[in-house]
């Protein structure tokens, strides 16, 4: 590089330096995006810009990665590490420069013609400053594809959003393969420039989006919808108003619903919350954010369907997707939340707000489909949380699947662009509301949200530990139906919301795979690890050096025999977790002259348990292999199977788990193999025992399933004793017996008597043949599951749930008064 242009980039690095502060995307290009530094690299940027080029140095020195600046020196031939694709707009115009893209991309395919050994990467990089995609009503302004800034454009572009750009780093491009497969000629390079120029304005519409619309011409584009002109005559005509009353209430409900994007509103908060997640978070984890960034520039209309475990979960998925270089999304927000201030701040940030309910309302229910439609329609992401509310014990709630049945009813109006679904686990080290879910499930009301609430909230805010958001494997709606449902495409109607007939069971069993994928990402931590560990113990307590040793069990099993390829496991010792467990003080210590003991009080323990429930299903198969073991010494491994394999529909049905039946074989052979090598289980001829000198170890693994037992235990007990009960009492009555057994035994667990498992349970008995179609019990089916779960209790439980069985049946099976 000569010596005035030094001088000229090192004065214009000064003002940079100063104004502008990149974030790289990905974080870590090197794994993310397959960036080899050991190998050639020349970078791709989309049109003259010193700027650009500079912000880019900067990333890249910071990241390791070869410097822009320093040229390549290939086989004596010198050649530029960077090239413009476009020579950029001029203040003046007749100072353009020739394009030379061409040109150079033609010189490294000539190198690579006379080198059968060079490999030069090529890799695209969009530099990025601000990323308002203007309004539908500024006619001048292009839409939101590569914008070419001038050199005022673009000093303004650092001085106003110098702080709020990235540099977006893509998968490098093997200029060996396309030497090898398309040839070096002259038309070769003419293309890569063209394609390249393609993707630079795929990616900034990635990250931008779609103009915004005007909020009044929005609603009048609504209004004038066929579907919602007949919803207003319904209106009118059922209430025996006026049509300009029930238009008026059309727009009042619109106004209730619509979201009010505005791209300032996002800065602003993203100052706020990189200020707050900096002082709240220990550190925020992001894992297969590359899915989502290739699903948007492949052109998906993306669905974001997250768990839903606190408040928080808005503002942080917003936040993760912005710093990934992504549109944050519109997002479904519960009506509870539109009170001043925060409705107009979250619908300024994309929120659209949603009743609980539709029933009665037509009007209402037109309008939101209609809406819903309108945001896929204008290729705006969307957000929804399938659970309907948050999850007060930990676990996945059961999905209410009417906004999944809209987006479909989306896709039958014959849209142009594919949806898919993109499952989402958001983990937390601590959730803010705990406490107040612990008071719900023991029968306090819930308290409505306002602002004296969310001051109260606020004040509560502390040290959060880490937070995660892994995203799962994604779902695409059109490839779905088009295996299930192959001639869904009949359905589409550009104006009627259709519901064919197989639309209730495409959604019901879309919905179960989405959580079941949402639980395929989940998280483990050092709380809910140790949360898990320490509501083993009966006493809540253990040594440190107990403890220890059940987390290294755990740690163990979860990178041996892995529940998913998707799960965040710790990639720290089991001493590490601890200590970082202990420094959230969510645990208490007490010491004495032997040693440390780890204890959880009564009061800790209640609010533990949703933390250990964010992973139950990651340790429910182990615990329940451990738990046979100890509860029938000498059971070979087909004896094991079969109860595993009697067990395990209800156990999926409860925590969404992911294998099938078929699954299930080589999974139980895994597990075993990996408990005979921790030395917890051995076998003699064939029948497995526990290992006397590691019992310990494998009664705290074995308890992680005790409770779910018991509640099994409680139902089929009911189903024996009194075979023709209905399902409505059976409900309830296992409910009643199982607060019974959690105060005569001591458990903690709030969802241990919580309504919906019970629920979900006795659905799950009728699907698989345990109550005939009749509503009454098959006692063989009954009585041999009894059995089995018999053998799994320890004598005073089975004492106090067969004793419980016989009261609840008694005035039933003997009509005469008592005495």
Known sequence: MSGWRTIYYTLLDLPLKLLVRSKAIPANPRQEAGLDPLRPMMYVLPYNSKADLLTLRAQCLQLGLADPLIPLDIDGVILPRYVFI??????????????????LFHDYLDLHRNNPQLDVQMVPVSIMFGRSPGREAQQNQPAPQLRLLNGFQKFIAVLWLGRDSFVRFSRPLSMRYMATEHGTDKTIAQKLARVAMIHFARQRLVAVGPRLPVRQDLFNKLLASKAIEKAVEDEARTKKISAEKAQQNAIALMEEIAADFSYEAVRISDRVLSWTWNRLYQGLHVRNAERVRQLAEDGHEIVYVPCHRSHMDYLLL????????????????????????????????????????????????????????ELFTRGYSVEYFMEGGRSRTGRLLDPKT????????????????????????????????????????????????????????????????????????????????????????????????????????????????IMVRINNAAAANAINLCSTVLLASRQR??????????????????????????????DTTAQDLLEHALAMNKFSVEQ????????????????????????????????????????????????????????????????????????????????????????????????????????????????????????????????????????????????????????????????????????????????????????????????????????????????????????????????????
């Not at 994604?474 to 064919?500: C, G, K, M, N």
């Not at 307590?541 to 163990?556: I, V």
């Open 318 to 373: 917003s936040y993760v997707l912005y710093h990934q270089g992504l549109v944050p999304p519109h997002i479904a927000a519960g009506i509870n939340l539109n009170f001043w201030p925060a409705g107009p701040i979250f619908r300024r940030l994309g929120a659209f707000f949603i009743r609980r309910t539709f029933k009665g309302n037509k009007l209402y229910s037109t309008i939101f489909r209609e809406y819903l439609g």
């Open 402 to 513: 009417g906004t999944l049945t809209m987006t479909i009813q989306a896709m039958l109006r014959g849209g142009n662009r594919p949806i898919t679904l993109v499952p989402i686990y958001v983990g937390y080290e601590h959730v803010m509301e705990v406490a107040t879910y612990a008071k719900e499930l023991r029968g306090a009301t819930k308290e409505k949200e306002g602002f004296v609430q969310m001051v109260r909230g606020l004040r509560k805010l502390r040290n959060l530990g880490q937070g995660y958001v892994n995203f799962g494997e994604p779902l695409s709606l059109s490839t779905y139906l088009s295996q299930q449902v192959p001639d869904w495409r009949d359905s589409i109607d550009p104006i009627e919301a259709q519901r064919p007939a197989w639309l209730a069971p495409a959604v019901d069993d879309i919905a179960a795979k």
């Open 86 to 103: 476009h020579d950029g707009p001029r203040v003046f115009r007749y100072f353009s420069e020739k394009l030379e893209s061409v040109k």
């Open 541 to 570: 307590s253990l040594t440190r050096e107990q403890l220890l040793q059940q987390l290294t069990c755990y740690l163990e099993l979860m990178r041996n025999v892995p529940y998913a390829g998707d799960v965040t496991v710790p």
């Open 592 to 819: 004495d002259t032997i040693g440390d003991i780890i204890y959880l009080s009564r009061e800790q323990a209640v609010l533990m348990t949703y933390y250990r429930n964010n992973i139950q299903h990651l340790f429910i198969l182990p615990a329940l292999v451990a738990s046979i073991v100890i509860g029938h010494p000498g059971i070979n491994r087909e004896q094991l199977s079969y109860r595993i394999d009697l067990l395990y529909p209800l156990m999926k049905a409860e925590l969404f788990m992911r294998y099938e039946k078929p699954q299930l074989g080589p999974v139980i052979e895994s597990l075993i193999e990996e408990l005979a090598r921790q030395d917890l289980v051995v076998e003699r001829e064939r029948r497995l025992f526990f290992n006397p000198t590691r019992a310990f170890t494998l009664q705290l693994l074995a308890a992680g399933v005790r409770e779910t037992l018991q509640r099994y235990a409680i139902t089929f007990s009911l189903l024996r004793f009194n075979p023709r009960i209905n399902r409505g009492a059976l409900e309830k009555e296992s409910r009643i017996m199982a607060q019974r057994l959690s105060v005569l035994h001591g458990i903690n667990a709030p969802e241990f008597f919580d309504k919906a498992v019970f629920s979900t349970l006795v659905a799950t008995l009728r699907d698989e043949g345990y109550i005939s179609d009749a509503g009454d019990a098959i006692s063989e089916q009954v009585n041999e599951m009894s059995e089995i779960l018999g053998e799994l209790m320890t004598p005073e439980v089975q004492l106090t749930i067969n004793s419980a069985s016989l009261l609840a049946v008694a005035p039933e099976n003997d009509p005469s008064p008592a005495l």
